[in-house]
């Protein structure tokens, strides 16, 4: 069964940084665009940033300047490097392929003092 596994989520303090990885089970998704979203308590599932399988990205304003999205086709992972994380930035994060439809477990981000 093909699966999205996160990882890299955890407890850091306003300004810190995170790096949140998603490994897929299948190397054909190397050749699909990648999503990150987030879900906030009690708000929707809102896109943070995505790329293709060309490395085109695109970013969610909130977090344009702070947040980069990459990939490694080779080992079929997708990472997204969080700098100057906010307490607004808490989230469970999750990756999506969209063409699959197929959704990660999500990892909890939590920025506290």
């Known amino acids: 069964q093909v699966q999205l596994v996160e990882s890299g989520g955890g407890l850091v303090q306003p300004g810190g940084s995170l790096r949140l990885s998603c490994a897929a089970s299948r190397s054909s998704f190397s050749a699909n665009t990648m999503v990150w979203y987030r879900q906030a308590p009690g708000k929707q599932r809102e896109l943070v940033a995505s790329i293709t399988s060309g490395g085109f990205t695109v970013y969610a304003d909130s977090v344009k300047g702070r947040f980069t999205i990459s990939r490694d086709n080779a080992q079929n992972t997708m990472f997204l490097q969080m700098n100057s994380l906010k307490p607004e930035d808490t989230a469970v994060y999750y990756c999506?392929?969209?063409?699959?439809?197929?959704w990660g477990q999500g990892t909890q981000v939590t920025v506290s003092l």
């Open positions: 999506y392929v969209p063409i699959a439809r197929i």
